[in-house]
Every structure is written in structure tokens, then in C-alpha cells.
């Protein structure tokens, strides 16, 4: 019987609504009223209800001398008041569209909308016939559109710019990385700061915001420059010092070609694009230094020798190509290291360096936090600030994933210091090499490029660290790195080969200079 009942009224529900006649609502019109032949431009229908109507729909919108380039796309607001002790509520539904004007007047016929409550019609609109004045004398230029395969190298090139080729031991010079491009919409995505060897860098910023970007005629063409990075450098030592030519990946927001959706200026609409990694790398540079040097005497270590493990813990250390990312693997495996080598002990770094334990304090685990105020990786240093730091060294294991990018010190440079001190050093890179992995970004996963050592670098990595009498080895898996434990063992604990007899050919003086600023950092 119940069942019955509630059959018959939910068919007199039905009856009632579908007897409800529909109701008029007000429709309101935006639009120019005189537009440029070849402009694209804005409409906007509002259509005002008073109750809780949730859905909204317009019929087939028809246009005389245009192009529907956008549209009809809905937005809704809804705004609620007291009037009287009693709420009233009021959802406007605005329908927009662009529309382009291909000749004289755009004429645009009347458009009927329905306003739903679920599957009902329960109101009704009509808009008025529009037409909005065409000039066609001053035809508007159209954006260019640029397709990613006609990209040419003339189009986006990096190239650093020196204040002058030829400087005396101890003058500064400045050196300036700009970025040329001629080409729709560009962002620089990431870019592997180069090193200078034989050189003390005393100041890199990133450019000032303020005139990063200028406009610069090139061979008769017009590029904006985007100053990338900014470099006031001091020779160490006579000779030749060179610029390594870094890489820049540029996301490049290249137009489409309208099909349904055409790019127009107004910032109302979505802009279309599509988002293309391209990549350029940085002219080298290489400077001539007058003037001669006195080299640093190598050094002996005397008493008990400590051995540091120097471990990257920058944004890159949280990839998750290791388990759980780069920067559990290598605490883990220091971890395993600190219970099977004597006198260890560890620092942290990034572009600055971070913790240094205390001497003869054996830890059990490495502190993975880490705060500094610019991007980038100060390999040498952090070598040569933790050369300075502990009294009792004779073994340093650096432990990264990528290139030394940014810093006062080359890598080069630190490493052929700290050989002078009787130090040996060894290089342990971590990395899995695959051509992108997935970082975990403000608790989201998220896929990017993975910048990894090139095979010139590893193989001047190699040359330099074997100098000091240390090893370079690759890990690609946890598995891996756990598995070059005996091998650094083995080697800390063996008799050390001595230094080049011939120290170092840096001038002492400066080297102090730099090793000061590191120290008021």
C-alpha cells in the first residue's frame, strides 16, 4: 500500500512540474560596438535567476561576416543577501565568446537560452539581434603564429660576454650570460650554470629582474635578451682561464594554428598553446691572465685521519629513481657506512654547505635538511670549506647527482687545492641516467627532465679526482651504491699515494681571499 503511495506522488510531482509554465528571465548583452576588420573580440550574454536553478544552456549561436574563434563558454557567480530577515539568492550565468571580424558588419542573430532544475524546463530567454560596426581601413596586424618545427637556431642562442678577453692576475672582470630569442612566448625551465675554472668567482646572481629582459638588435634582427646569469670573476693563477659552455632547457610556448580555437590579445580568454622543451647550449669562452704565481707547498696530515663523507641534499636529491628517493638511498648507505669505517664523519650541502659533524663523534645517521637562499650546486665549495673545517682529514667521498653549478670555486679548482693539502678525494655519482624521473614536489609527484653529468665532465671529474689519489664510481640503483661499500672501504683504509710534487700553481694570496669569503657565508 506504502508503495502504492509513493508511486502516485511522484507521478503528481511529475505532472506539476511539467505544467509549470516557463518563465521569462532578463538576458544582458556586453559587446564593442565598433571593432578593426581582422580584430577577434569579446561577447558576453548574463543571464540573472532568482532561485536555485543549477544549469544553464544557449542555443546555436549564428554570426554574419565572423568567426567564432571562442565560445560559447559558461561561468557562473552566485551572490547572496538578507533582505528583511530572510536570505535571497541570485546565480548569474554568463556565456562568452569570442568572435573575429572577417568583413564589414558582424551581424549576430538572436540566441534562445534555457534555464534547467535537473531535466525540466522551468524558464526561458531570448537575447536581441546584435550588430557591431566593422572599420575596414584599419586593418589590425595578426599575431604570429609560429609552429615548433620551424624553429631555427637563429631563433633562441645563449652566449656569454665578457667585459674584456686579456686581464692581469688579480683584476676583475665580469662576465654576463644573455639569452637571444625571437621567438612567441618563452620560459626558461632549467639551466646547468657553467663553471670557470682557475678562477675565483666573487659574486653570480641570477640577473637583475628589473632589466633582465631588453630589446637588442643582432645582424640586423631584433631578439629579446634575457639575462640569464651575471659573474664577477678573479683569476687564481697565469695562463688561460675558460668559461665550460653550460645548457639551457627553455619551455617554449609556441602558438597553435586556430582550428575551433584562434589566439586573439584579449586576456579575458584561455590563450592556446602548446608547451615544447627546446634546448640550446652556451658558447664556451676561454680568457687570456698575465702575471705570475707562487705555488701553495703540499701539505702532510699528521696524527689520526678522519674520513668525511660529503653528501649532496639539494631539490634534485628528492627524485624517486632511488628508493625512497636519492636522498634516503645515500642516508641509508651512509648509515651502513658509519658502522663499518672508523673515524668517519659527514657534511652536508647544496649551494651552500650544511651540517660538518663534530670530530670523534661517530654518528649513526646524516641530517638530509638542508637551508640555503639560491639554487644551484657549490660542489667546490663545499669541498674546500670542509678541507677547512676539520683539522684531521686524509679522505673526502663526495656524493652527488650532477654537476657543480654555481659557487666561488670551480670543482677543478677545489679539488687540485685540497691535493696540495694531502687530501684525497673521491667522487660517487648517483644517478640512475634515464632521460626523465619523477620528483616529489610539495607532496605532488611530479615528471621532469633529470640533468646528468656529460661523458666530457665525468671523464675531467675522473682525471682530477685520480690526481688526489681517489676513485670515481656510478651508482644507478640502491643496490648499487650499497655495493660499492667495500670497494671505499678498501680504499680509505690503504696507504695514500702523495701528492703531485709540485702542489698546486695557485697564488696563495687569493686562494685565502676566496676561502675568507666562504668563511662569511
Known amino acids: 500500500m506504502n508503495r502504492i503511495k509513493r508511486f502516485l506522488l511522484a507521478i ?66 552566485t551572490n547572496v543577501s538578507v533582505i528583511g530577515g530572510k536570505f535571497s539568492k541570485n546565480t548569474t550565468y554568463t556565456f562568452n565568446l569570442a ?104 659574486c653570480d646572481t641570477m640577473g637583475n629582474s628589473d632589466e633582465r629582459t631588453k630589446k637588442v638588435n643582432l645582424n640586423g634582427r631584433e631578439y629579446d635578451c634575457y639575462t640569464l646569469l651575471r659573474y664577477v670573476l678573479k683569476p687564481l693563477r697565469t695562463g688561460t682561464f675558460s668559461v665550460d659552455g653550460g645548457e639551457a632547457t627553455l619551455a617554449v610556448r609556441v602558438r597553435e594554428k586556430p582550428k575551433k580555437n584562434a589566439i586573439f590579445p584579449d586576456v579575458f580568454f584561455t590563450v592556446y598553446h602548446k608547451k615544447v622543451e627546446y634546448q640550446t647550449r652556451v658558447a664556451g669562452a676561454s680568457f687570456k691572465v698575465k702575471g705570475k704565481t707562487k705555488p701553495i707547498k703540499s701539505q702532510r696530515v699528521k696524527g689520526t685521519d678522519d674520513v668525511y663523507l660529503l653528501c649532496k641534499m639539494s631539490l634534485s636529491m628528492n627524485t624517486l629513481d632511488f628508493t625512497p628517493d636519492r636522498k634516503g638511498a645515500v642516508a641509508n648507505f651512509a648509515e651502513s657506512w658509519f658502522k663499518k669505517v672508523e673515524h668517519s664523519g659527514y657534511a652536508t650541502f647544496a649551494s651552500c654547505i650544511g651540517t660538518i659533524s663534530k670530530p670523534n663523534e661517530k654518528p649513526s645517521k646524516i641530517d638530509t635538511s638542508i637551508s640555503c637562499d ?73 615528471s621532469l627532465g633529470n640533468y646528468t653529468l656529460k661523458e666530457k665532465d665525468i671523464n675531467k671529474i675522473r682525471e682530477a679526482v685520480e690526481s688526489t689519489g681517489g676513485i670515481f664510481v656510478e651508482a644507478k640503483s640502491n643496490d648499487e651504491l650499497l655495493g660499492l661499500l667495500p670497494q671505499l672501504k678498501a680504499l680509505v683504509s690503504s696507504k695514500r699515494e702523495c701528492p703531485k710534487a709540485d702542489g698546486c700553481l695557485y697564488d696563495a694570496k687569493l686562494v685565502k681571499e676566496g676561502l675568507e669569503l666562504l668563511k662569511e657565508e
Open 12 to 77: 503528481c510531482g511529475l505532472v506539476a512540474v511539467a505544467n509549470t509554465s516557463a518563465k521569462e528571465y532578463e538576458v544582458r548583452t556586453t559587446c564593442p560596438e565598433s571593432v578593426k576588420l581582422g580584430e577577434s573580440f569579446k561577447i558576453a550574454y548574463q543571464l540573472a535567476v532568482d532561485s536555485l536553478q543549477n544549469k544553464a544552456t544557449i542555443g546555436k549561436v549564428n554570426v554574419e561576416n565572423g568567426q567564432i574563434t571562442y565560445g560559447p563558454k559558461m561561468a557562473t557567480s
Open 99 to 202: 568572435i573575429q571580424a572577417n568583413d564589414k558588419d558582424v551581424v549576430i542573430e538572436p540566441v534562445d537560452f534555457d534555464v534547467l532544475l535537473s531535466d525540466s524546463v522551468v524558464g526561458h530567454a531570448k537575447s536581441e539581434r546584435l550588430v557591431v560596426k566593422v572599420d575596414s581601413v584599419g586593418e589590425v596586424k595578426r599575431e604570429q603564429i609560429i609552429e615548433y618545427d620551424s624553429i631555427k637556431p637563429d631563433d633562441i642562442f645563449v652566449k656569454w660576454e665578457c667585459s674584456r678577453d686579456k686581464i692581469t692576475l688579480g683584476d676583475t672582470i665580469q662576465c654576463v650570460c644573455n639569452l637571444y630569442y625571437d621567438v612567441s612566448g618563452l620560459d626558461v625551465v632549467h639551466f646547468e650554470m657553467s663553471n670557470f675554472d682557475d678562477c675565483l668567482v666573487l
Open 374 to 446: 639560491r639554487p644551484g650546486t657549490a660542489t667546490g665549495d663545499a669541498l674546500l670549506k670542509l678541507s677547512e673545517s676539520v683539522e684531521k682529514c686524509k679522505d673526502i667521498i663526495i656524493i652527488t647527482d650532477g654537476p657543480s653549478n654555481t659557487g666561488r670555486f670551480s670543482l677543478n679548482t677545489a679539488l687540485e687545492i685540497v691535493r696540495s693539502k694531502g687530501i684525497r678525494v673521491s667522487f660517487v655519482y648517483v644517478n640512475s641516467g634515464t632521460d626523465k624521473v619523477d620528483y616529489m614536489i610539495d607532496g605532488k609527484k611530479e
